[in-house]
Each structure stands twice: as structure tokens, then as C-alpha cells.
């Protein structure tokens, strides 16, 4: 399984970036999403979507973001809106392969967001 993320950088507060992540290496999956993690704290949990587009979103985001599938693509997005300092994070991408799957079974590399202005 290999997940390859892309869309991180710099945006000023207020601003939307939007970060994407690919999947290869598999035939299916039960679900993909993203998790972040601050600088000095611990990965949380922001978003993820089903293979069948169920999604869930963290609630101290879930005003300012969304997550969607492209299955053509076998990419998954996060369009991250109204950004704020403290959204700066590595997101990482993750995917579950199976439903009965407790923790992620892949990650991707990380992506460094950073809001400031």
C-alpha cells in the first residue's frame, strides 16, 4: 500500500488550501482519511470517508472542512476553509482496509500546513 499526499504550504489566516491523497497498491479499502498532529502534541483524528462516501468530520473542524473521494483517481480530499493558526499541523493520510481495521494499516509521509501570517 503506498499513499502519496500533496497540498500543504503556507496560508494566511482565513485562507483554504486544499490537500490530496492517492492510494495504490490495493483493490479496495474500507475507508480513507487524515489525521494531524500540532507541533509538541499528540495525532488526532480530523476526518475520513468510507469507500461508499460515508463521511465524518471532527467537530472543532467540521464548519470549515470536508473530505471527498474521487474513485477514478483513488484519491481522497480534504478542503480545508477559513483557516486558522491553530490548524497549522503534518496532516497525514491514512487508510483502513478492512472495516474490522482498529488503527489505520498504511499511512502517508505527512504534509506540513502552516497558518500565519
Known amino acids: 500500500v503506498q499513499l502519496v499526499e500533496s497540498g500543504g504550504g503556507l496560508v494566511q489566516p482565513g485562507g483554504s488550501l486544499r490537500l490530496s491523497c492517492t492510494v495504490s497498491g490495493i483493490f479496495g479499502f474500507y475507508a480513507m482519511g487524515w489525521y494531524r498532529q500540532p507541533p509538541g502534541k499528540q495525532r488526532d483524528l480530523v476526518a475520513w470517508?468510507?469507500?461508499?462516501?460515508?463521511?465524518n468530520i471532527t467537530d472543532s473542524v467540521k464548519d470549515r472542512f470536508t473530505i471527498s473521494i474521487d474513485h477514478v483517481r483513488d484519491t481522497v480530499y480534504l478542503q480545508m476553509n477559513s483557516l486558522k493558526p491553530e490548524d497549522t499541523a503534518v496532516y497525514y493520510c491514512f487508510v483502513k482496509l478492512h472495516i474490522s481495521s482498529t488503527v489505520p494499516d498504511s499511512w502517508g509521509q505527512g504534509t506540513q500546513v502552516t497558518v500565519s501570517s
Open positions: 470517508i468510507t469507500g461508499i462516501g460515508s463521511t
